[in-house]
């Protein structure tokens, strides 16, 4: 459930009435960290992707057909993939990844479908292709890579912690009995499990929720990917992101397993990213908070 994200959402439990007098945010739920399991030491070589080559194939051709590409993402992870609050328009960098992707494979960058989905749906969309694509801040993990395929890594966060400026939690030592919240379905919530398991931890549906729920003191602490977390510290400007990485976190391009012919289109288009300085131009734009970066992760391939 966690590293796959296969099945629909649930609650985890049943919140305590002493957690809080305000209402938790719909689906949020508390559990003890030693009630998860914790998250493997990635073992295999998920990262290694296909070859670029843009010569297409039959999946390709299809798209090319139909006219448009199908990319699931979400609207609640700001930076990566939210609303414009002005125009009601989807926005932010991996938002602009699967444009260029469309500009690569279609020739527009406007021809391009975007379906939201939860963290719950993101592989099982592409294994019964209701999407091509997936560009979700999505983590590349061994277990993932058994169900679908990924691009070469475009994006390497890193999980760390998100807290209230006068807050005492400086790390993750500081987290013994304290609320720490993170997103159902994903690898950051095996993560805390793992390395706070005295912490109780507030499992909820969307990122923002765990804003919200840092904003009314339902939490102590928030915990995923550094790009999410300045995301919402760029909302709440009296959070800070605090204490080492706890996981790696490459992000890929989720596809179909059997679509080969994608994956190594997709591939290409990520490499004219980096080739062309379009891949650095989008980070500046929307992720510039993070830090300057020179240049984009190096790709592997396993062929």
């Known amino acids: 459930l966690l590293l796959t994200g296969c099945a629909t959402a649930q609650p985890l439990a049943t919140v305590s009435a002493s957690l809080t007098t305000l209402p938790l945010p719909n689906g949020a739920?508390?559990?003890?960290?030693?009630?998860?399991?914790?998250?493997?030491?990635?073992?295999?070589?998920?990262?290694?992707?296909?070859r670029p080559s843009a010569a297409g194939g039959p999946s390709v051709d299809a798209i090319r057909q139909r006219g448009r590409l199908i990319v699931g993402t979400d609207q609640s992870t700001n930076l990566f993939s939210f609303r414009d609050p002005l125009s009601?328009?989807?926005?932010?960098?991996?938002?602009?990844?699967?444009?260029?992707?469309?500009?690569?494979?279609?020739?527009?960058?406007?021809?391009?479908?975007?379906?939201?989905?939860?963290?719950?749906?993101?592989?099982?969309?592409l294994e019964d292709r209701t999407v091509d694509l997936v560009a979700k801040a999505t983590t590349i993990t061994c277990a993932r890579a058994e169900q679908i395929a990924f691009s070469s890594v475009y994006f390497e966060a890193s999980q760390r912690l998100l807290v209230p400026k006068d807050s005492p939690i400086r790390g993750p030592a500081d987290l013994a009995g304290k609320r720490v919240c993170s997103q159902v379905d994903t690898t950051s919530l095996a993560t805390v499990a793992r390395i706070a398991p005295t912490a109780t931890l507030l499992a909820v549906q969307n990122w923002d929720d765990c804003l919200v729920a840092l904003q009314q003191g339902q939490a102590d602490a928030a915990s995923t990917d550094n790009s999410i977390l300045a995301g919402m510290a760029v909302q709440d400007p009296n959070l800070e992101i605090v204490g080492p990485s706890l996981e790696a976190e490459p992000y890929g391009i989720g596809i179909n397993k059997s679509q080969e012919d994608l994956v190594r289109a997709v591939n290409a288009s990520l490499q004219r990213m980096r080739d062309d300085g379009t891949w650095l131009a989008l980070y500046n734009k929307w992720l510039s908070v993070l830090g300057p970066l020179t240049a984009a992760p190096a790709p592997k391939y396993r062929d």
Do not use: Y
């Not at 998860?36 to 296909?50: F, K, R, Y």
């Not at 991996?94 to 444009?99: C, H, P, T």
């Not at 479908?113 to 719950?120: C, I, N, T």
């Open 29 to 50: 739920s508390a559990v003890p960290s030693t009630s998860i399991p914790g998250a493997a030491v990635e073992s295999c070589d998920a990262t290694a992707s296909l």
């Open 88 to 125: 009601g328009e989807l926005q932010g960098f991996d938002v602009d990844i699967a444009r260029e992707i469309a500009r690569d494979l279609l020739g527009d960058p406007d021809k391009v479908e975007f379906r939201l989905l939860a963290s719950s749906e993101r592989l099982t969309a």
